[in-house]
């Protein structure tokens, strides 16, 4: 079956720490993989995405993703967090050529001063 | 400017009453869909369309159901709403074609059934 997997449900970090939030899924080729970023009472906002090419993603807000098809990986990586990224974080695969894509349960990033 | 908006951001219902959350996108996506959100469960897929006339059960459908009239909307029908059934509901949409393009994703409608 396919699914994604977010192992850590809460995360915090001091701001100007670095970050990596951890994403795995479960697919039998190589999925469309992708991050989305969920402030409090808004709805999902796309950080960045893959599906071919350089394993390295970059994507806006100074987030970038790897994908590892060995450790079937696609985890979430900043240099130096800031106040304004506490939020919800979603990995997401779409698989094949359907438009259905799976959710993981999200990772909520606190960020202390 | 293209976008794409939920109503009622906040609902509260009572048991056994038919509730119809809205969606509406200006993006001419053909594709839209509907999940729920809760605790520990991340997003769920309710229902999809890829089109005008088609609609598909996705993996929480019990209970929901969609009719896709044209492109623009897509409404969420809670037939006989149920408290197993609040939660928050986010609709989206992606274009189609074989392209990558993520979903771009309202802004959410609460819903409370008591």
């Known amino acids: 079956a396919q699914s994604v997997t977010q192992p850590d449900i809460h995360i915090t970090v001091s701001e100007g720490a670095s970050l990596e939030l951890r994403c795995n899924y479960s697919?039998?080729?190589?999925?469309?993989l992708f991050w989305y970023v969920q402030s409090p009472g808004q709805g999902l906002q796309l950080l960045l995405k893959y599906f071919s090419g350089d394993t390295l993603v970059q994507g806006i807000k100074g987030f970038e993703a790897e994908f590892k098809r060995s450790q079937s990986s696609f985890n979430l990586r900043k240099p130096s967090v800031h106040w304004s990224d506490a939020a919800e974080y979603f990995c997401?695969?779409?698989?094949?050529?359907?438009?259905?894509?799976?959710f993981g349960i999200g990772t909520k990033l606190q960020v202390i001063p | 400017d293209a976008e794409i908006t939920q109503s009622p951001r906040h609902k509260i219902t009572e048991t056994g009453r038919q509730v119809t959350l809205a969606c509406h996108q200006t993006w001419n996506h053909n594709n839209m869909f509907w999940y729920r959100q809760d605790l520990g469960h991340g997003l769920r897929l309710i229902h999809y369309?890829?089109?005008?006339?088609?609609?598909n059960k996705g993996e929480v459908s019990d209970g929901y159901s969609v009719s896709r009239s044209n492109t623009e909307d897509l409404p969420l029908t809670l037939e006989s709403a149920a408290s197993s059934q609040t939660s928050v509901y986010f609709c989206a949409s992606s274009p189609s074609g074989t392209s990558v393009d993520e979903q771009f994703f309202g802004p959410g409608t609460r819903l409370t059934v008591l």
């Open positions: 997401a695969m779409r698989s094949g050529g359907y438009q259905k894509v799976t």
């Open positions: 369309s890829y089109g005008v006339h088609d609609t």
């Open positions: 697919y039998g080729a190589t999925p469309y």
